[in-house]
């Protein structure tokens, strides 16, 4: 099981072992954990075999980086955690609408999307999505959801081209039911796309450049 890793990659990443490289000895992070320069050698090798961690061994002392992977198993620990003691069953994200590329009417055209949309989320998107670039402070928020989780509408082939995924959340804005749908395909990673049975921008009142906060359900 991931949780007896859990440990080492807090205290590695509170050395800022996420973004960067830090030196620690496995004498050290034994104290720090409690447990023998042995063990704690061993948990570090553990680490590099899970592919939690990056490891540097210097003329002097090793250096050690988490992975992205480690990182999303700190993340994921942290929304436990917040569900526990903040006893929330939603991440509240923040952003600025702004104008889209026009990939998300493309894709909530399709028939098979359509199909799933309205079975697995309970209505009919309106064809096109609102598009919210979410703040810097709210990122890890939607890293976060598109790493796992939702309601998974499936791809399909289409005349020789492929569709993938799209991972779902329902959510809320104000007091407008709708759902994040995140692509496994997308141009950009800090862009958050909203379906709804409404043309949003029109319920609403938006235009580019206004801030929505986006109450999305963790299941």
Not at 59 to 67: G, P, W
Not at 102 to 129: I, N
Request: contains cysteine.
């Amino acid at each position: 099981m991931n949780d007896k890793f859990v440990g080492a990659l807090r205290i590695i990443a509170l050395m800022g072992g996420i973004h960067d490289y830090i030196a620690i000895s496995s004498r050290e992070l034994g104290d720090m954990l409690g447990m023998s320069q042995q063990s704690a050698s061993k948990r570090i090798l553990e680490l590099l075999d899970k592919g939690f961690i990056h490891r540097d061994l210097g003329a002097r002392r090793q250096r050690i980086k988490l992975t992205d992977k480690g990182t999303d198993l700190l993340r994921k620990e942290y929304l436990e955690y917040q569900k526990i003691f903040e006893m929330r069953d939603y991440l509240l994200i923040r952003g600025i609408v702004i104008t889209g590329m026009g990939e998300g009417q493309y894709y909530v055209t399709q028939s098979s999307y359509q199909e799933q949309f309205t079975e697995k989320l309970g209505f009919e998107p309106y064809d096109g999505t609102l598009n919210i670039r979410v703040t810097p402070s709210d990122q890890s928020k939607l890293d976060s959801l598109r790493r796992g989780g939702g309601i998974v509408i499936k791809g399909f082939e289409k005349n020789g081209r492929t569709f993938g995924d799209v991972r779902c959340y329902p959510a809320r804005i104000q007091s407008i039911d709708c759902a994040i749908a995140i692509p496994s395909r997308s141009h950009y990673s800090d862009v958050m796309e909203i379906v709804c049975r409404y043309h949003l921008r029109r319920t609403l009142g938006l235009k580019d450049g206004d801030m929505v906060e986006v109450r999305v359900s963790l299941l």
